[in-house]
């Protein structure tokens, strides 16, 4: 309609590798416009046991994918006996945003996760996959790619993944308005799904 604006949301998410493992970080904050409109979501979205998915763009297309992903390899495992891998669930969303290229989900999405060892990927709104041993997404990303550029190295303790994470989130929470509130961290190994919460007030330099 004319004379209507669209709605603009922000976010910053990222991921990257350390050793056997695989890190993904998130802001917690949800925004319409110049509104926030919630200080508790959950951008990182588990997909299995041993994969999850981050979401920055809008929430409900984000879900959307999140739930037919999560659904697709429960299916593939309970018809094949096998675990989907983490490069099939990327290839599968990669058709799936690909097939609605015309009308695109406004999503981008890191998937992370492993199968025989460590995996990310990242995808954009038309289907392109790529991946990586670092990557970050959303509004506040190219302030966290200057920590991540600046720190990541191969050979990384999760210690030091889980530390870098959280900076970078919290130094694009300084810095982009769309991002705060604090930091979700997820970590996934062989046989190893974990959750963690940094609130706002904990992040140090």
């Given at each position: 309609m004319q004379g209507?604006?669209?709605?603009?949301?922000g976010t910053t998410t990222l991921g990257l590798i350390a050793g056997d493992h695989v890190?993904?970080?998130?802001?917690?904050?949800?925004?319409?416009g110049l509104m926030i409109a919630s200080r508790r979501v959950k951008k990182i979205v588990k997909i299995t046991d041993y994969a999850a998915i981050t979401m920055a763009g809008l929430v409900a297309d984000a879900q959307m994918l999140a739930d037919i992903l999560g659904t697709e390899a429960r299916v593939y495992e309970l018809e094949t006996g096998t675990r989907m891998s983490i490069k099939g669930m990327a290839t599968l969303l990669s058709n799936i945003?690909?097939?609605y290229k015309a009308f695109p989900f406004l999503v981008q999405v890191i998937i992370?996760?492993?199968?025989?060892?460590?995996?990310?990927y990242a995808l954009d709104p038309f289907g392109s996959v790529t991946e990586e041993t670092y990557v970050a997404t959303g509004s506040g990303s190219p302030i966290a790619y200057g920590v991540l550029e600046e720190h990541y190295r191969e050979n990384l303790s999760l210690e030091e993944a889980i530390k870098i994470a959280t900076s970078a989130i919290r130094s694009s929470m300084l810095r982009d308005v769309a991002s705060g509130d604090g930091v979700d961290i997820?970590?996934?190994?062989r046989g190893v799904y974990e959750e963690k919460f940094i609130p706002f007030s904990s992040l140090t330099v």
């Open positions: 209507v604006k669209p709605i603009t949301t890190v993904l970080a998130a802001d917690k904050r949800a925004t319409a945003l690909f097939s992370g996760g492993y199968d025989v060892k460590p995996r990310l997820v970590v996934i190994s």
